[in-house]
């Protein structure tokens, strides 16, 4: 069955995300080879915590593509942590705008269309456990 437009637009948020992590996990890299780091190791877990969470929203990309639920529930998870880290930077002097809103919008616009493609698929299976019901 092919997906719909709401699952299409979910999974896609998610895979931005993880292609933005991924670039910011480059910039790490190079930022790296180029002497930029003043902590090798600092530096190193942290590449290596961008590409595991970059991998990770692709993963979730993936499943909500699919139609499975861990994938939708991990999605919301990670956006509610993208909000919860946008807010929390509103009180950082300067205020980074382009950091809250490049975090908080992507983040919002997940978190809906997450919990509106969550609520769609329990009608469905609602729906189905009813006509399964019927049918006994």
Not at 13 to 31: I, N, Q, R, Y
Request: overall charge positive; glycine content about 10%; charged content about 10%.
């Amino acid at each position: 069955m092919r997906p719909s437009r709401l699952t299409i637009a979910a999974a896609a948020v998610l895979a931005l995300e993880a292609a933005a992590l991924l670039v910011v996990t480059l910039m790490e890299v190079f930022g790296l080879s180029s002497g930029a780091a003043t902590s090798l190791p600092s530096a190193l877990g942290l590449i290596g915590l961008s590409a595991v969470g970059a991998v990770g929203l692709a993963a979730l990309a993936f499943a909500v593509l699919r139609g499975r639920s861990f994938g939708r529930s991990g999605g919301m998870v990670v956006q509610i942590l993208a909000i919860a880290v946008a807010l929390s930077a509103l009180t950082v002097q300067p205020f980074p705008v382009v950091f809250v809103l490049a975090l908080l919008i992507p983040g919002a616009i997940g978190a809906v269309l997450l919990f509106l493609l969550t609520r769609r698929a329990g009608a469905e299976a609602r729906r189905s456990a009813d006509a399964e019901q019927e049918n006994d």
